[in-house]
């Protein structure tokens, strides 16, 4: 069965900052691997996917994730961080079913 | 483009009482279709999802149903509320493409609050 452990439940960065996210996945074949994001009571919006080829993705907003195959994880990354930014990021994964398995999430705080 | 709808936004509920959410989606065809809900520091937890209309998979045993009555529309239901379904419901769907290739889209949810 696929799992996603998000370790960090809270994280707090100051603006302009750059912000890593960590996400490590189990899965016993190539993964297909996602990150979205959630304002407070919103829905999930996608920032960016990996499915196959070059292991660094670009997403939106100015987010981009790093697949290492060797350490099983898929880290989100921003260069600098904005107050707009402050959120819940939760990472997912499929195996090539209908179904995503979602991590627990990372709540950002992000201070001016 | 696709959108998805879900209402209501917001919904308080007496334990024992009936449920019904739904969800619609515009603007393609023959999508897959999931209904989750979100506890707080638990991250989402995947209750149904179909593929078909009339097609209905249950993820947990539970006191909610799911139908879906039309290829675009998705129903959340349950005939007596308990405390425990308080939380926030987001549908989603995806492409009905083989091989995984599925990120899903959200809608923008239902906070349910069962008192």
């Known amino acids: 069965a696929q799992s996603v452990t998000q370790p960090d439940i809270h994280i707090t960065v100051s603006e302009g900052a750059s912000l890593e996210l960590r996400c490590n996945y189990s899965?016993?074949?190539?993964?297909?691997l996602f990150w979205y994001v959630q304002s407070p009571g919103q829905g999930l919006q996608l920032l960016l996917k990996y499915f196959s080829g070059d292991t660094l993705v670009q997403g939106i907003k100015g987010f981009e994730a790093e697949f290492k195959r060797s350490q099983s994880s898929f880290n989100l990354r921003k260069p600098s961080v904005h107050w707009s930014d402050a959120a819940e990021y939760f990472c997912?994964?499929?195996?090539?079913?209908?179904?995503?398995?979602f991590g627990t999430g990372t709540q950002l705080k992000v201070e001016l | 483009s696709q959108t998805i709808h879900q209402w209501p936004a917001t919904l308080v509920q007496p334990v024992g009482s009936p449920l019904s959410l739904e969800c619609t989606v515009e603007?393609?065809?023959?999508?897959?279709l999931y209904w989750y809900r979100q506890a707080a520091g638990r991250g989402l937890q995947l209750l149904f999802y179909s593929v078909g209309i009339g097609q209905i998979s249950s993820e947990v045993p539970q006191n909610l149903s799911a139908s879906r009555p039309q290829d675009r529309q998705f129903i959340l239901s349950s005939k007596k509320l308990l405390l425990s379904d308080s939380g926030f419901y987001l549908c989603?769907?995806?492409?009905?493409?083989?091989?995984?290739?599925?990120?899903?889209?959200f809608g923008p949810g239902t906070r349910l609050t069962v008192l």
């Open positions: 997912s994964v499929t195996g090539g079913g209908n179904k995503l398995t």
């Open positions: 899965y016993g074949a190539t993964p297909y």
């Open positions: 989603a769907w995806s492409r009905g493409l083989a091989g995984g290739r599925n990120e899903q889209f």
């Open positions: 603007g393609t065809s023959n999508p897959n």
